[in-house]
């Protein structure tokens, strides 16, 4: 009997993040590093007596990874106090050669905050608890595939003392595809910023608190009560580094405790690791508790004043309101203006294309032509920014009516990507440009020659005939005549003949 309650109880999820992004500078936060890794790099060769916490090595931090920090405090909406503060978090773990990390503790730059977004098109808005600058740690390889069954683990410094910034959440998510749509719009909130690569390997890490709680305590707002979230177990998932990856964990996670629960077992508070080849969750150690890590004040780094030099920090105008605009000033449906505004390089694309087009044409050629033909060859818009004049003439051969645009999308564009011409070089070799009304003529004239079955079949009424003389004429002129003009000269023709 208590197991069938237990089977039937209505359980929900609680979810908060902890998001590490990488911002974009070109030095590393505390020395004059590069973040930039060299292609094939040796381990450990990007680094100096500051980033290998040799003894004696001072930090000095980084203007412009402070500068990144603000912009992201200022799109989320958090207070940015006017001074802050760095602590070391210790802990005794191979990637962190001073056995410490130098983060921030009770006076992170950015303070609150929230980040609307939608998912399953139903609009949601998380609180954002707080945002803090840190030092990336170094990055470990474990021989042989997963953490747990590894013979031995490399070390490489190169990626330490990377600017992170981490994002943590309230527990406002209530399931993993949540969670997945949040994370895809801060990534895209970030890239405007543009204080952040996503293409740079491990620039994007996710640790994720998951508990489970009894839906009725779920008040209809989606607020829980404290009390309900502190006496509920939860577990910390960490290695998660894609917002897939974050769906899958947390999926997954999900089950396994409501599982646990409804066979009458407790969750264990503990750290899970993320393994992504085999799709499971295992459990690493008993999770720290924040006095475990002695976070004490970095002396070695003076307190930082932002007051005076935040308000001068401008941020771009950001994905929602470009979309709002995009809808207003060009007049585009929902869909064209959300593909259009997908990152800030199309966007800024569709805006120098649609300087000079009519706007609704521009976002066909952007949004539906080139978006779908680039996405075909795994490339983006940063692949063909540098060609902006040859697809604005491309696009002005159709609109002048001088090639038709099933030629333009179907020769012209794809030649153009995948052979690197110019549009006037593919239309004069493939003789695309329009024929003319001779032309047409002597087409028709060689149609209705070769084809003395289709024309009967058009005298005895047979409604395909002329479509498939038209195609006939069509294919002659190698699509480049028009259509209309095709038929009115054939039905012409045909009742001459008759
Ligand atoms: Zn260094």
């Known amino acids: 009997m208590t197991a069938q309650t237990a089977e039937s109880r209505d359980l929900a999820a609680v979810i908060g993040l902890e998001v590490h992004v990488q911002l974009e500078t070109e030095t590393k936060i505390f020395c004059g590093c590069s973040t930039t890794a060299e292609e094939d790099e040796a381990p450990n060769t990007r680094t100096c007596p500051v980033c290998l916490g040799l003894p004696g090595a001072l930090p000095v931090l980084n203007e412009g990874a402070v500068e990144a920090a603000v912009k992201v405090g200022k799109a989320l909406g958090s207070e940015i106090p006017e001074q802050t503060r760095f602590h070391r978090k210790n802990y005794y773990y191979p990637d962190l050669p001073k056995n410490f990390q130098i983060t921030q503790y009770d006076a992170p730059v950015c303070d609150g905050g929230e980040l609307d977004f939608s998912v399953a098109g139903e609009h949601r808005t998380v609180r954002i608890e707080r945002a ?27 990626r330490a003392g990377t600017p992170l910034m981490e994002i943590v959440t309230a527990p406002d998510f209530r399931g993993a595809n949540e969670a997945r749509a949040f994370l895809a719009k801060l990534t895209e909130v970030l890239e405007y910023l543009g204080v952040f690569d996503a293409t740079r390997d491990g620039s994007l890490r996710v640790d994720a608190n998951l508990s489970i709680v009894d839906a009725d305590d779920v008040a209809d707002d989606g607020s829980i009560a404290t009390q309900v979230l502190e006496s509920a177990n939860r577990t910390e998932v960490k290695n998660i580094s894609s917002h897939k990856g974050a769906e899958k964990a947390l999926a997954y996670e999900e089950t396994r405790q409501k599982n646990a629960i409804r066979r009458g077992r407790e969750v264990e508070q503990e750290t899970r690791h993320w393994d992504e080849s085999r799709g499971i969750t295992v459990s690493m150690r008993s999770k720290e508790a924040e006095k475990d890590y002695r976070y004490f004040r970095e002396a070695d780094l003076p307190p930082l004043r932002v007051s005076g030099w935040k308000e001068e920090i401008d941020i771009p105008e950001l994905p929602d309101a470009r979309r709002e605009r995009f809808r207003t000033e060009y007049g585009l449906d929902a869909e064209s203006a959300s593909k259009l505004t997908s990152t800030k390089q199309v966007a800024d694309f569709y805006e120098r294309i649609a300087e000079a087009f009519d706007p609704g044409l521009a976002a066909t050629w952007v949004a539906d032509n080139l978006l779908g033909e680039l996405h075909y060859r795994d490339l983006d818009i940063t692949d063909v920014d540098g060609r902006l004049d040859e697809f604005t003439r491309l696009i002005e051969l159709v609109d002048s009516e001088e090639i038709t645009t099933k030629n333009a999308e179907e020769i012209v564009l794809r030649r153009m990507l995948d052979e690197g011409l110019t549009p006037d070089e593919i239309v004069e070799d493939e003789g695309l440009g329009k024929t003319d009304d001779d032309a047409v003529a002597a087409a028709v004239e060689e149609a209705i020659e070769e084809n003395p079955e289709a024309v009967s079949d058009y005298h005895d009424g047979e409604g395909g005939a002329l479509n498939f003389l038209v195609g006939q004429v069509m294919q002659k002129t190698r699509g480049s005549a028009d259509p209309a003009t095709v038929n009115e000269q054939l039905t012409a023709r045909l009742s001459e003949s008759n």
């Open 132 to 158: 803090h600058l840190e030092e990336d740690p170094g990055s470990l390889t474990h021989a042989g595939g997963s953490i747990d069954t590894a013979d031995y683990t490399l070390v490489d410094y190169n």
